[in-house]
């Protein structure tokens, strides 16, 4: 969390959190631990982990997501995302550090808290923190502030154990050049790509053979059931006029997530490339560079940006339109040509930048400053999502309301009868063509439903996007399945295509055996040669999977285990040569690449000090928790 905090100080959200923190501290001094005596959801070494610290977590970790998936989580992917399997581990992992670092001597002192917590410049009032904002903000928010400084302390401690155990990690420059090595590995290819589709063409329909083809899946021909539909609809549009939503909830809202509507700075930019192949002898690059220094000197001479850029940049998605970029901001461009880009003022000009691409100059255009639109701004707008919000408990007490009086009445159309709703109907239809002004089972939550019904089944209350609905399947038809001669057109196509990816398979298979045991292509089959190709190479031919599968064979044999599959199609290849190429990759490259791999390794340090922690804790966790 600290180093989100420091990321991100100008925004509102953030601001109000810390101003609560620092205020907390500072006033009432190192908050509270939670009630240890609370029902624990797990327990690491006799320390309790209670299930308001569940709470919290898993809340965190769903408003996260929610606000990921557009304010909803489809039922299914709940499921496979494991969020209070997340939430336990995150805490579970939160006491293995904290003892720990205890065991390495190291602790976060209350002085400590403070400091940080007053070193943000963001949530100073001439210097010194407002005890009445942190008030309002608290009390908008509904935080805890012993929760956020405890928050605050496990930061401390998780970012000065990483620090420790990272003073171990090393990268030298040996290691550099075995990942630099394995980029530059070149290789040659012969390689065959099968085509299902030419296979598909040479297919022979037999009679005979096609009809105990259609036997075997006809039922995959079988006309999809009509149902015929009565239902009860409780849109949330017509429960919206009831909702009120209150000033103090708006600003609450908007203190919450304000950082949604956050803009970063943008620059609109323009530039002239030079660029510089990754082989490229050293005389290359001189010359790249001279060229780079003598556009400027003319650009310095009073030359047009523009016109220059037609004329001379080798980007040749920049000629034509100005070397346009269009609007940037920080962390869309590679390190050394952003740091240059945001260093410069409008309409200013860069000295010559160096990047993996080769030699820039740089222009700046136009200045678009970072931005968070004011709570009167936004006020509209959080007025909706509130509303919105609060209308589905209102709609829901109808729709249960309306379905307690069906299994009182014992039927839909019972309940009807004396119900001031109207009973809706439909014709029969199919799931795979439901009339366009039929919206409600256009909602695919409401459709799913509907179409698992047996005939007189009802459903459960179904939520949909815009509302409640309660279904019942008055009738359902199964129809037969057709003839082959009904549908013979779609069943030779199919018929077809499967033979053609059996048959397509079987070349790759052959070709692939021939070069096993001789060495050779088998006869008239159209063999493609490549020049040497690396890793990172874009290229078109070979497609990708049968590069990757290449380079993924290198020490282990020239050929493929098996033909590699390329969507319905199929390649083989042979390793003709492999060889080292010269490494000229700019400096910037080189900085870049140690950074990742001191990172790497810092990381793959910290989570081996936790699993050894892990392996020697007596952790239980509460299983009723994970249902």
């Known amino acids: 969390m600290l180093r989100v905090l420091r990321k991100n100080a100008q925004s509102p959200i953030i601001q109000?959190?810390?101003v609560i923190i620092a205020v907390v501290f500072i006033f009432w001094g190192v908050g509270a631990n939670m009630n240890s005596n609370a029902n624990a959801v797990a327990v690491v070494d006799g320390k309790e982990i209670t299930g308001i610290d569940f709470n919290r977590t898993y809340e965190r970790l769903l408003e996260s997501y929610k606000q990921q998936f557009g304010g909803q989580i489809p039922e299914e992917l709940m499921n496979t995302l494991g969020i209070r399997q997340q939430a336990i581990n995150q805490l579970v992992q939160q006491e293995l550090i904290r003892k720990g670092a205890g065991q390495l001597g190291l602790r976060i002192s209350d002085p400590e808290v403070q400091r940080t917590i007053a070193?943000?410049?963001?949530f100073q009032n001439n210097g010194s923190f407002d005890l009445a904002a942190y008030r309002a903000v608290l009390a908008q928010n509904r935080l805890s502030e012993s929760a956020f400084e405890e928050g605050i302390r496990n930061d401390l401690l998780a970012e000065r154990v990483m620090d420790a155990i990272a003073a171990f990690s090393q990268v030298s420059d040996g290691e550099v050049k075995q990942w630099l090595d394995f980029a530059n590995l070149q290789m040659q290819l012969d390689y065959v790509l099968f085509s299902r589709e030419a296979f598909q063409k040479q297919v022979q329909v037999d009679e005979q053979k096609l009809a105990a083809w259609y036997e075997e899946k006809k039922a995959q021909y079988r006309p999809a059931a009509q149902y015929k539909f009565n239902y009860l609809y409780f849109p949330f549009a017509a429960d919206l006029s009831t909702v009120q939503v209150s000033e103090e909830e708006m600003r609450a809202y908007f203190s919450e997530h304000a950082s949604r509507w956050h803009m970063p700075e943008q620059r609109h930019l323009r530039h002239i490339l030079f660029r510089v192949e990754q082989n490229a002898a050293p005389d290359a690059l001189t010359a790249k560079k001279e060229a780079a220094e003598q556009a400027l000197a003319m650009l310095r001479g009073g030359g047009n940006f523009n016109e220059l850029v037609?004329?001379?940049?080798?980007?040749?998605?920049?000629?034509g339109n100005g070397g346009d970029l269009g609007m940037v901001v920080k962390g869309q461009m590679v390190p050394h040509f952003e740091a240059a880009?945001?260093?410069?003022?409008?309409?200013e000009v860069s000295q010559v930048v160096e990047s993996p691409f080769g030699y820039h100059l740089i222009k700046v255009e136009s200045i678009q400053p970072e931005s968070t639109p004011s709570f009167e701004e936004k006020k509209e707008e959080i007025s909706t999502i509130l509303a919105q919000q609060k209308v589905r408990g209102i709609t829901f007490k109808k729709a249960s309301s309306a379905y307690e009086g069906i299994l009182r009445a014992g039927s839909l159309a019972k309940y009807s009868e004396s119900a001031e709703q109207k009973l809706e109907s439909t014709g029969y239809l199919s799931q795979n063509a439901i009339p366009q002004d039929l919206a409600l089972l256009h909602d695919a939550a409401i459709a799913k439903a509907g179409f698992a019904l047996s005939k007189d089944g009802l459903s459960s209350i179904i939520e949909g996007t815009t509302?409640?609905?309660?279904?019942?399947?008055e009738d359902v038809k199964t129809p037969e399945v057709p003839a082959l001669e009904a549908v013979r057109e779609q069943v030779v196509a199919d018929y077809s295509r499967e033979q053609g990816a059996e048959l397509v398979r079987k070349a790759a298979d052959a070709a692939l055996k021939s070069l096993q045991d001789n060495n050779t292509w088998p006869e008239g089959v159209k063999v493609q040669s490549t020049a040497f190709i690396k890793r990172s190479d874009t290229v078109n031919e070979p497609p990708a999977p049968l590069l990757q599968d290449a380079f993924g064979q290198l020490g282990k044999s020239k050929l493929p285990g098996a033909p590699v599959a390329i969507g319905e199609d199929f390649g083989v290849y042979r390793i003709t040569a492999v060889q080292q190429a010269e490494d000229t990759s700019p400096a910037a490259v080189r900085e870049s690449l140690q950074a990742q791999i001191l990172q790497a390794q810092r990381s793959q340090l910290f989570n081996r000090w936790v699993a050894q922690l892990r392996t020697s804790s007596e952790i239980w966790v509460n299983p009723d928790i994970l249902k």
């Open 310 to 319: 037609d004329s001379l940049t080798e980007d040749p998605s920049g000629k």
């Open 341 to 347: 880009a945001f260093a410069l003022g409008k309409g």
């Open 16 to 18: 109000a959190i810390v």
């Open 119 to 122: 070193a943000f410049p963001a």
């Open 467 to 473: 509302g409640y609905a309660i279904l019942f399947a």
